[in-house]
Nanobody, 115 residues
Framework: QVQLVESGGGLVQAGESLRLSCAASGRVSSINNMGWYRQAPGKTRELVATITSGSTTKYADSVKGRFTISRDNAKNTVYLQMNSLKPEDTAVYYC?????????WGQGIQVTVSS
């Protein structure tokens, strides 16, 4: 099995920054895509950003220019640098890692942005 541990969330004011990390452990092999999703209260889970094994990135329109996704393959870790945070970024953020053999999700981490 693959375990994902997320860290870096918290409470910040609008305009500030946070960096989320997600480390994969266990039967980790040949990771393909890594990504971050989020779910705000009363809303469905949505894609925030993904990065492929070849480092091709994709972002939701709402975070383009403010968030940056990156990965460290040696550490099986994906990061999400979030700058210029807005109150509408408030949500539980989930890490996702997949390969040919699994599709794993983290437990979620709270990000709260106050105005």
């Amino acid at each position: 099995q693959v375990q994902l541990v997320e860290s870096g969330g918290g409470l910040v004011q609008a305009g500030e920054s946070l960096r989320l990390s997600c480390a994969a452990s266990g039967r980790v092999s040949s990771i393909n895509n890594m990504g971050w999703y989020r779910q705000a209260p009363g809303k469905t889970r949505e894609l925030v950003a993904t990065i492929t094994s070849g480092s091709t990135t994709k972002y939701a329109d709402s975070v383009k220019g403010r968030f940056t996704i990156s990965r460290d393959n040696a550490k099986n870790t994906v990061y999400l640098q979030m700058n210029s945070l807005k109150p509408e970024d408030t949500a539980v953020y989930y890490c996702n890692v997949n390969s040919m053999w699994y599709d794993a999700w983290g437990q979620g981490i709270q990000v709260t942005v106050s105005s």
